[in-house]
């Protein structure tokens, strides 16, 4: 009995694909594309759940993201070289319906390499990860761990927004207007640690030909308050 359990764990070993030793610097290279939408700060949410301290996760437990889709709470996968590397191939396959707008990799060795990073990345006790940023007014589309809009550049700290037919005007604390067709601007919130002050919205570039824009409240109730009426 033991000799052929012994044989059937061998058996099982060759029929197992072993996953290929990652390049962590070229990991860290690929993660800029996830970074748009994941952070590796604890505790730091954006469009998707905080990655730290990954590795051991059962999938869609993170208790202070509040979006992951059922299909994914459900799944009852645990996060680990395996199953993040299927994860990653193609997540439509391990978890059917889930909501992560993500296609997948199909190269084993960009995925190896990917996961290299981030297991020592996400590793408790992994110093902060952060990217590199652009100008306060340009390039600041990309991902990676957001700005801090509590010290702001005076073109970005927005001081009144007027709206007058289908245009809003929006006045930054160096004196400068800029006028946005309705459709143009976006108002969003950012409660975090890193989000704008009380009443000190901020304006950021949200299109690629410099014609739209999101203004940043530190909360909801502020929108309707800060903007006025008036042509």
């Not at 998707?48 to 299909?71: E, K, M, V």
């Not at 709470?73 to 395996?82: A, E, F, L, P, R």
């Not at 007027?162 to 067709?181: E, I, L, M, N, P």
Request: proline share 6%; net charge positive; charged share 20%.
């Amino acid at each position: 009995m033991h000799r052929s359990l012994m044989s059937l764990l061998a058996t099982f070993a060759l029929l197992t694909p072993a996953l290929a030793q990652g390049d962590m610097s070229k990991g860290q290279r690929d993660f800029r594309a996830c970074a748009a939408c994941h952070s590796l700060e604890p505790g730091r949410n954006m469009t998707g759940p905080s990655l730290a301290q990954l590795w051991g996760r059962t999938a869609g437990t993170l208790p202070s993201f509040d979006r992951y889709s059922s299909a994914l709470k459900s799944s009852g996968i645990v996060w680990n070289d395996q199953t993040l590397d299927q994860w990653l191939t193609d997540p439509q396959h391990l978890v059917p319906n889930n909501e992560m707008p993500f296609e997948g990799i199909k190269d084993a060795s960009v995925r190896a390499d990917l996961l290299a990073y981030l297991k020592d990345a996400t590793k408790p006790g992994a110093a902060p990860q952060q990217n590199a940023q652009s100008g306060q007014m340009g390039g600041m589309m990309g991902g990676g761990q957001d700005l801090n809009l509590k010290t702001l550049d005076p073109r970005v700290q927005v001081k009144t927004i007027s709206y007058c037919r289908d245009t809003y005007r929006v006045t930054t604390a160096d004196g400068q207007t800029r006028a946005f067709w309705e459709r143009n601007l976006r108002f969003k919130t950012d409660s975090s640690k890193d989000g704008p002050k009380k009443d000190a919205p901020a304006i950021m570039p949200a299109g690629m030909m410099g014609d739209r824009a999101s203004v940043i409240f530190s909360a909801p109730e502020e929108i309707n308050t800060f903007i006025v009426r008036k042509c």
